[in-house]
């Protein structure tokens, strides 16, 4: 079985400072890994995903991801964030074998403030 | 391309009424599934389908039931709504060969 667990529920920040939100999981098979955002009454969009190869994986808009094998976490970063950025984020998995299900994780609400 | 279509965008039931939840995509996606949002709970997969012709359940299935007819149609529905159904509804789809799922604006479901 797998599970995702998002370390934090709610994440307040100021403009201009750098945010981690954590994601670790737990699987018995290979995965995959993604993180959505979800903006205010909108749907979810893909930011990145982690399939295979290097562990370090970028979005367009300046988010980062690490894939730990060791610690099976996959925190998403940014050194500077906007208030655009406001928005709830969702680290899912998927097993490797491609089905298209995916566990997602419960949420964090990241909160950017002027 | 419209992408993941969902209809209607909200919707307040009775507790005990049926209807259905439509869901369509025009990318020739073979999966289609369905997912609910609730607060501090994630999304939660109800049912999902591979291609026409084949679904499965999947984390939170009872109540529900769902058809794949056509490549294009995905519809979710409830046969008996209650209460404990109100939530947020998404509907993914996801072409063989990549790994990312496309996601419709969701269906808010308020049952009273």
């Known amino acids: 079985a797998q599970s995702v667990t998002q370390l934090d529920s709610q994440v307040p920040v100021f403009e201009e400072a750098p945010v981690e939100l954590r994601c670790n999981y737990s699987s018995s098979v290979s995965v995959y890994l993604f993180w959505y955002v979800q903006y205010p009454n909108q749907g979810l969009q893909l930011l990145l995903k982690y399939l295979s190869g290097s562990t370090l994986v970028e979005s367009i808009n300046g988010f980062e991801a690490e894939f730990n094998k060791s610690q099976t976490s996959f925190h998403l970063r940014k050194p500077s964030v906007h208030i655009s950025d406001t928005a709830e984020y969702f680290c899912a998995v998927g097993s490797s074998s491609n089905t298209g299900k995916l566990i997602f994780g419960q949420g964090t609400t990241l909160q950017v403030k002027p | 391309n419209a992408g993941v279509t969902q209809t209607p965008k909200f919707q307040v039931l009775k507790t005990g009424q049926s209807m259905t939840l439509q869901c369509a995509q025009d990318?020739?996606?073979?999966?289609m599934s369905w997912y609910r949002q609730d607060p501090g709970m994630g999304l939660r997969l109800i049912h999902y389908s591979v291609g026409a012709g084949i679904t499965d359940q999947g984390e939170v299935p009872n109540g529900y039931n769902v058809s794949r007819s056509t490549t294009e149609d995905f519809p979710l529905r409830l046969l008996s709504a209650a209460p404990s159904q109100t939530s947020v509804y998404f509907c993914a789809s996801k072409i063989t060969g990549r790994t990312e799922a496309f996601f419709g604006q969701g269906t808010r479901l308020t049952v009273v």
């Open positions: 990318m020739n996606h073979e999966y």
